[in-house]
């Protein structure tokens, strides 16, 4: 194993955070806990004051510093650092990665850090086993900037228990840097289904420091599409699935109908597409209409892909706030959460675009970029599993094909195989995830499980 190289004190944060949290961590099963109970009345945390009436958050990749020093001169209300959806977590990546959080510690632009989620593992450093990613981009994190506001995006949160976690870890780390309780602020990213049905009992579990909840719209896709499985006929491709879908307005506005009632603040999605330098304003007019749609709903802020959509979505949240949603029953809102188009017939071209999808982020993936610019979008981890979660959900239904035939895993294969051959990395995740009997959670860890078994292979 290659070693992080880290400062002292960041060593021993990350030491103090695994000593008490690690049997915990080894402990979450989301998918094993019950629903938790309706919480009691409650506010969430004040916004803090540096992020009040904020419109655009400009999102950059945590290890690409030339971007990060464009977004701290831009016109961006705050920027994202982000360990996440746009990361590749090489060894090089995470180690410039925590270099840019002493970068951008050293501005004055507000600034937000997205951790890896709970489940991923940091390979290159071991605290009793493989070190807690999450654990150790927080650690960087706050001591990179312990004497200002910090604030933190909490990716794919499902469970209160994952969400103990994250309030005992922030805790933890308060204490060790000598701050006070609850001086990190987070948002809470609501990325999965489970997520959705929780979202008041997660604001409640993290309500001292919590201030918001996030809609990443393509993760809670990705979500939505290992909670459906096989078993209902072939989901809608992504061309399908805009916000304006029954099950993707219900999403949307039941993240923003507990904000209302709890007093938090609902931030909308991230506008994600590149627009054609010689033609740019049929990208940015979209992007604009997307957050007038937010904001109507009443979102009130939304992250910008590029630092050129940030007019654009600061635009879309400049009127006059709307009126509260109103209440809706629990049961109506879980009936259309689950209203999706019904099954057709799927193009030929959807799938190949799809698997073509998920085969080009991934070969990024693995020479250590986070991002692709395909097709006018944006496309990261979270789009890439969307299209291995949506090849998987068609293999496993037998999806029908336009023109005759089903989406068999010879004929998946097939169509991969015109693309690139068998042995390349990229193919071989693709078809572990797509080929297995259920939907394997995130692609990254996958990918590390698999390189690992590939090196102890016998010759």
């Known amino acids: 194993m290659t070693v992080l190289s880290l400062p002292h004190d960041v060593h021993a944060l990350l030491e103090t955070l695994h000593h008490a949290l690690r049997p915990r961590w080894e402990a979450l099963d989301p998918g094993g806990q019950p629903a938790p109970p309706p919480p009691p009345d409650y506010r969430a945390a004040p916004v803090p004051d540096d992020l009040r009436g904020r419109r655009v958050e400009l999102i950059v990749e945590a290890s690409d510093l030339e971007a990060l020093e464009v977004a701290l001169n831009s016109g961006a209300d705050a920027v994202v650092l982000d360990f996440d959806d746009t990361f590749a977590p090489t060894r090089a990546n995470v180690e410039r990665g925590y270099r840019a959080l002493r970068m951008a510690a050293a501005g004055t632009r507000p600034l937000l850090v997205r951790p890896r989620a709970l489940y991923a593992v940091e390979e290159h450093l071991t605290f009793g086993g493989p070190a807690i990613a999450a654990l150790c981009d927080l650690g960087a994190a706050l001591a990179a900037r312990p004497a200002q506001p910090m604030h933190v995006y909490i990716p794919k949160l499902e469970t209160v228990e994952e969400a103990q976690v994250w309030d005992d870890a922030l805790t933890l780390a308060e204490h060790h840097l000598g701050l006070p309780h609850n001086a990190v602020r987070v948002c809470l990213q609501i990325e999965t289904y489970a997520g959705a049905l929780h979202a008041d009992a997660l604001l409640y579990a993290l309500r001292g420091r919590a201030f918001g909840l996030n809609a990443g719209r393509w993760d809670y896709v990705f979500s939505l599409t290992k909670r459906v499985g096989p078993g209902r006929g072939a989901m809608p491709p992504r061309s399908d699935l805009t916000m304006d879908v029954e099950a993707m307005r219900a999403y949307a506005e039941t993240l923003v109908r507990v904000c209302q009632r709890r ?30 749609r937010e904001a109507a709903q009443g979102f009130s802020a939304a992250w910008a892909g590029l630092p050129e959509l940030l007019d654009a979505v600061r635009e879309g949240f400049s009127g006059e706030a709307p009126p509260p949603l109103p209440e809706e029953p629990a049961p109506e809102t879980h ?30 993936w693995y020479t250590g970029r986070g991002v692709v610019v395909r097709g006018g979008r944006i496309e990261d981890t979270a789009t890439a599993e969307l299209a291995r979660a949506q090849l998987w959900q068609w293999v496993g239904c037998g999806a029908e094909l336009e023109g005759g035939g089903r989406l068999t895993p010879e004929r998946y294969l097939s169509e991969r195989r015109t693309l690139t051959d068998d042995l390349t990395p990229s193919a071989r995740l693709l078809d572990h995830l797509v080929l297995s009997h259920t939907c394997p959670e995130y692609f990254p860890r996958a990918a590390q499980l698999l390189q690992t078994a590939s090196q102890e292979a016998p010759v």
């Open 263 to 292: 007093g938090a603040q609902a931030i909308g999605g991230s506008a994600a597409v590149a627009p054609d330098p010689a033609n740019p304003q049929p990208a940015l007019d979209a992007v604009c209409a997307d957050k007038r």
């Open 335 to 364: 009936r259309r959460l689950l209203a999706l188009p019904g099954p057709r017939p799927l193009a030929l071209t959807t799938v190949q675009d799809t698997i073509g999808l998920a085969l080009e982020v991934f070969g990024a």
